[in-house]
């Protein structure tokens, strides 16, 4: 959807979507090389650590991941964006706002662009998930293209500055 939407202004960009359902950091770090050298991006955007986050991995461990991922990227000449993830509440108030500050720190330390989490406002409605209470199904598919539409035209405007 996002794709058609670029298509339709015309925009000269190419979306590649490397997700893989169930994706850990750690996963991704054993595929990053490969996907960077077979797309040879510009611009690179992680949105990874939910899986991390709801299956409890140490805070300190998801933090190298996305250390290593955004480095790693960055490394190849591309510009990186770090999507907030936000978790259920379910393992504690002092893991999930450890887990939450992760992104900031990773940010400040590499100079990514920080792009705010995607399911904020979808993630209340009860209409717009699936019965995980975790995905989106397909009426907020919509909400979704707009809203990462919204925010990679602001992140590509900045990072061309």
């Known amino acids: 959807m996002l794709q058609n939407k670029y298509n339709q202004e015309n925009a000269s960009i190419q979306i590649v979507n490397t997700a893989i359902s169930g ?6 770090l054993l595929k990053i090389d490969t996907w960077l050298a077979t797309h040879q991006p510009t611009h690179v955007l992680i949105e990874l650590g939910g899986n991390d986050g709801i299956r409890g991995f140490p ?3 998801i933090k190298k991941h996305l250390m290593d991922l955004v480095t790693q990227s960055q490394k190849s000449g591309a510009k990186v964006a770090l999507m ?7 393992l504690g ?3 999930t706002g ?3 500050k992760n992104y900031q720190q990773v940010v400040d330390k590499t100079g990514a662009y ?5 399911m904020t406002k979808i993630a209340i409605d009860k209409r717009l998930m699936l019965d995980d209470n975790l995905h989106p199904n397909a009426k907020a598919q919509p909400m979704i ?4 539409h919204k925010e990679i035209s602001l992140w590509l405007s900045t990072s061309s500055q």
Do not use: G, V
Not at 23 to 28: K, L
Not at 84 to 90: K, Y
């Open 23 to 28: 994706q850990t950091t750690d996963n991704a």
């Open 98 to 100: 450890m887990f939450k």
């Open 93 to 95: 108030p002092r893991y």
């Open 114 to 118: 920080l792009m705010p989490y995607f």
């Open 84 to 90: 907030q993830i936000e978790i259920p509440p379910n």
């Open 145 to 148: 293209k707009d809203f990462m």
């Open 59 to 61: 805070i300190s461990l």
